[in-house]
Structure formats: structure tokens, C-alpha cells
């Protein structure tokens, strides 16, 4: 089964960027769709960017997030990005990385992106 691993947030000022990256231990092509979700304590995980493996179709599932957010996927090496731009508080959240086959949908172990004022 693929794995998927996630790097890049941290802690960051109002205005600044981020760089999520998700790193699949096989193929990307194992998965249909790849994308990127958040979740805040107390509230529940939602989706914020989706992406076809294949033909790299890339749909925003928030309206706060278009403009600012890009999701990418690299076939060569294995992973989806998601470029985070004028980032605001309420981008805060544990990001998870997510990977739909027809068999299953695979999550990574989430990473953490506090935004402050």
C-alpha cells in the first residue's frame, strides 16, 4: 500500500507563504485524485484542494482558499504541493494529504500550520 508523508508547515506571520508537500512512497498514479485537507480541533476535516493524477485537474474546494492557494502534482517525484500564499489565521489547522484509488483513500499523518497576527 502507498504511504503518504507530509512536510512543510510550520508557523508563519499573517501575509506570509507555505509550501505543503506530499510525498507518496509509489507512484502517484495509484491514485486517481490527490489532495489536501485541514481540520481544527472540535471541527471537522475538510477538504480544501483536490488534484487528478493523471491529467492534473486541480479544484478548490473553499472559496476563502481560491487566489491564494495552489495545488500541484509531480508524476517524476512522487508528490502533491500545496503552495499557501497571504495566509490568515484561519488558515490554521492540521493539513492531512489524501489519496483516492478505486480500492481506497489513503491519508497522511497531517502537519501543522499555525498562522499568527
Known amino acids: 500500500q502507498v504511504q503518504l508523508v507530509e512536510s512543510g508547515g510550520g508557523s508563519v506571520q499573517a501575509g506570509g507563504s507555505l509550501r505543503l508537500s506530499c510525498k507518496a512512497s509509489g507512484s502517484i498514479l495509484s491514485f486517481a485524485v490527490m489532495g489536501w485537507y485541514r481540520q481544527v480541533p472540535g471541527k471537522e476535516r475538510e477538504r480544501v484542494a483536490t488534484i487528478t493524477t493523471d491529467g492534473g485537474m486541480a479544484r478548490y474546494w473553499r472559496d476563502q482558499v481560491t487566489g491564494r492557494f495552489t495545488i500541484s502534482r509531480d508524476i517524476v517525484n512522487r508528490k502533491v504541493d500545496l503552495q499557501m500564499t497571504a495566509l490568515e489565521q484561519e488558515d490554521t489547522a492540521v493539513y492531512y494529504c489524501?489519496?483516492?484509488?478505486?480500492?481506497?483513500?489513503?491519508w497522511g499523518q497531517g502537519t501543522q500550520v499555525t498562522v499568527s497576527s
Open positions: 489524501m489519496g483516492l484509488s478505486r480500492q481506497d483513500q489513503i
